[in-house]
């Protein structure tokens, strides 16, 4: 079956400009994440999300930073007025439930000029 | 933050040799899990081993897990050049609060020379 996908692949947007990135995940899978990696701080969690609702926001670095996830399917990573420290690898995963195997999208590059 | 620390974190061998790198970490997890990376892009998953477990086998992988010792090892027998990638554990805190998200390591890059 289909894996998890994401778009844009790449992405460059000027500082202060509002971006969105895209996750699909595996169809049935109720638990979606949302992580980033950067050379300065590695792979870090951003948000979790449990069919529609997100009980876990605590990885979001500033409030810029939002995330919604429709139909217990589609998610969107809003960054809003982007910064340099932005840039990026934004990475999605899917699991069947919270706890089990993590499947990972290829991540969306962000670069942030 | 980085719970889990890797060794080495970088690793260089001939194909066909066997490649070792540890995990360790510092709160009690439910399960820990390793994945693959190539070229900076997804995260392949290779093995999850739960904390009741204490070894897991897949293929040519091999991972043990000692939560005495907090710390896991991922072996890969007769090493190809196509293992040639950076792996990382992920660990998944116990609690309930943690619902599932991962702390990753800092990485191993290994090469495979053929």
């Known amino acids: 079956g289909a894996g998890v996908s994401q778009s844009p692949s790449n992405k460059v947007t000027e500082k202060g400009k509002d971006v969105e990135l895209r996750c699909d995940p595996i169809?049935?899978?109720?638990?979606l994440y949302w992580y980033r990696q950067s050379l300065g701080q590695g792979l870090e969690f951003l948000i979790y999300f449990q069919g529609n609702s997100a009980p876990d926001k605590s990885g979001l670095p500033s409030d810029r930073f939002s995330a919604e996830r429709t139909g217990g399917s589609v998610s969107t990573l809003t960054i809003q007025r982007t910064q340099q420290e932005d840039s990026a690898v934004y990475l999605c995963?899917?699991?069947?439930?919270?706890?089990?195997?993590?499947?990972f999208g290829p991540g969306t590059r962000l670069t942030v000029l | 933050s980085q719970q889990g620390e890797e060794d080495p974190q970088a690793l260089s061998i001939q194909e066909g040799e066997n490649a070792t790198m540890n995990c360790s970490y510092k709160t009690s997890i439910n399960n820990l899990q390793w994945y693959r990376q190539n070229s900076g892009r997804g995260l392949v998953h290779l093995i999850l081993i739960r904390s009741n477990e204490r070894e897991k086998h897949s293929g040519r992988l091999r991972v043990t897990l000692d939560t005495s010792k907090k710390s896991s090892s991922l072996l890969i027998t007769a090493s190809r050049a196509a293992d040639t990638a950076s792996y990382f554990c992920a660990t998944d805190g116990a609690g309930g609060t943690s619902y599932g998200k991962l702390t990753f390591g800092q990485g191993t890059i290994l090469t495979v020379h053929p």
């Open positions: 169809s049935g899978h109720t638990a």
């Open positions: 995963a899917s699991s069947l439930e919270p706890r089990d195997t993590q499947y």
